[in-house]
């Protein structure tokens, strides 16, 4: 049986549906492309984000999409959005034209209209890895439908709250990197994020399965594995910090090179930023700014001010030679005035940052944020937008354009080029096309090479030679 994934959203979620693909795959389901032009999936699964309406947008709209153009398939929709707005999303398939399908086709794994239950994204979503031997072990000639109907009745809804954990892929099929869930959920009450009400507190992996997994990726030959979470700065499992943790997992390895997800500003210390220095911890971070403006931090509910930025940087700074450095910016959160847009702008440019990911802001139900007044007109946003996006576009080009000629470690991806070709990313983050000497090396391994000229496609940074 053919089977498709289709991924919103964040590196956890993409993680996730790995471990999905993974569990498919192990029973003799066959992955294909969800628009391929091959005979349809009998079963495609959406991975939800919820972190914009837009992101709610693309999903209704690609779950319709699906629903239309393949009409012998059934789709099941997990992930944040599915978590909390169950309901909207079922009623999707009512507003579909389906060809007269008399069967139902839409499977929603969720926790209910509006507000997250008990469970968490994660738990309802680890439901799906026990699907695969479900269907496998199924009455042959039994409707897919049917089945589908049964096993949420009746398996998907017994998800402990442990198998948020389980997303462990012996295989990875979208990614050259190997990925480690760390931590899930989060503590803080961030005025304008949803994700952590279908997400909910924050729970952290077993350190000494955290290693046992990191060890069983660096006995596959695995270069480089991403840690993630959602916010993995506040992981802790028996006194183990994430600073604790990375020496742990550094100290009990030997070659792999581990590369982080997004970092809290007010957790960045002393001893985070020394075990950050480790040669084998990328040179790459990422920071979750939000704004430059103390009045707006204190308005979303962020636990810092600039000043706290200013160190967190300088230390991130410290650890590494001329790191990647990114942050997030929402601009046009509500009653940002110009004055504090130009704060966020200053701080940005002062920064240097190499690269900017800007958001207009998007009231989420359920969040604080949503009943705010004095909203900033969308013109504002676009223009704020436009200028961000300029900033971000600049410090990317001088920060590859300062690693022209130097010799550097990147992974081979899977995107296939011409001959004698390459894609990589470097451990500084840039997307390099690599002119290789000889054969093309496999995908996920380690090259060395040299940037030789900044690249005009805005896929790649720079031209690089192997070394």
């Known amino acids: 049986m053919k089977f498709s994934i289709y991924t919103l959203?964040?590196?956890?979620?993409?993680?996730?549906s790995e471990g999905i693909a993974d569990s498919f795959r192990k029973v003799g389901f066959r992955l294909v492309p969800w628009d391929s032009c091959s005979p349809e999936p009998r079963i495609i699964i959406v991975n939800t984000c919820t972190v914009t309406s837009k992101a709610d947008q693309k999903a209704r709209r690609m779950i319709r999409k699906l629903l239309r153009d393949n009409p012998e398939s059934c789709?099941?929709?997990?992930?944040?959005?599915a978590q909390l707005d169950t309901e909207?999303?079922?009623?999707?398939?009512?507003?579909?034209?389906?060809?007269?399908?008399?069967?139902?086709?839409l499977f929603v794994l969720g926790g209910g209209e509006g507000a997250a239950s008990a469970a968490t994204t994660a738990v309802a979503k680890s439901a799906l890895l026990g699907l695969p031997g479900y269907l496998s072990g199924a009455i042959s000639g039994e409707p897919l439908p049917c089945l589908l109907e049964?096993?949420?009745?009746?398996?998907?809804s017994a998800a402990g709250n442990d198998s948020v954990f389980n997303f462990t892929p012996g295989q990875f099929n979208f990614h050259s990197r190997a990925y480690l869930k760390i931590q899930d959920g989060c503590d803080n009450n961030c005025a304008y994020c949803r994700v952590r009400l279908a997400r909910g507190h924050s729970v952290s992996l077993n350190h000494g399965q955290v290693l046992e997994r990191l060890r069983a990726f660096e006995a596959k030959g695995c270069a480089e594995t991403f840690i993630t979470g959602v916010n993995i700065t506040q992981y802790s499992d028996s006194g183990i910090d994430l600073a604790g943790l990375l020496e742990l997992l550094l100290g009990g390895t030997s070659n792999i090179c581990l590369r982080l997800s997004s970092l809290e500003p007010e957790c960045i210390d002393e001893r985070l930023a020394s075990a950050l220095a480790h040669p084998r911890i990328r040179s790459h971070f990422h920071l979750s700014v939000q704004s430059g403006s103390d009045a707006i931090l204190q308005r979303m509910g962020r636990a810092y001010n600039v000043i706290t930025l200013e160190k967190a940087i300088?230390?991130?700074?410290?650890?590494?030679?001329?790191?990647?450095?990114?942050?997030?910016?929402?601009?046009?959160?509500p009653g940002e005035t110009e004055a504090e847009f130009a704060e966020t702008l200053d701080f940005c440019e002062k920064t240097h940052f190499a690269w900017i990911h800007a958001f207009p802001y998007s009231g989420r139900p359920g969040t604080a944020a949503f009943s705010f007044g004095d909203s900033v007109r969308d013109c504002d946003k676009t223009r704020r937008m436009e200028a961000l996006g300029k900033l971000a576009l600049k410090g990317r080009r001088e920060y590859t354009q300062a690693w022209?000629?130097?010799?550097?470690?990147?992974?081979?991806?899977?995107t296939p080029c011409p001959t004698c070709q390459c894609r990589a990313v470097?451990?500084?983050?840039l997307k390099l096309l690599v002119n290789c000497n000889g054969e093309i090396p496999l995908p996920g391994t380690s090259i060395r090479c040299t940037p030789v000229e900044i690249c005009e496609d805005e896929n790649v940074d720079a031209v690089a030679s192997e070394q």
């Open 9 to 16: 959203g964040c590196k956890l979620n993409q993680l996730e």
């Open 75 to 81: 789709v099941i929709v997990t992930g944040c959005y």
């Open 88 to 105: 909207e999303l079922r009623a999707l398939e009512g507003q579909t034209d389906c060809g007269g399908a008399a069967e139902r086709r």
């Open 150 to 156: 049964a096993w949420i009745k009746n398996v998907a």
């Open 314 to 333: 300088a230390l991130l700074r410290s650890t590494k030679d001329n790191p990647f450095l990114a942050c997030d910016i929402i601009t046009g959160f």
């Open 404 to 414: 022209i000629g130097k010799v550097l470690s990147a992974v081979v991806e899977k």
């Open 426 to 429: 470097s451990e500084n983050y």
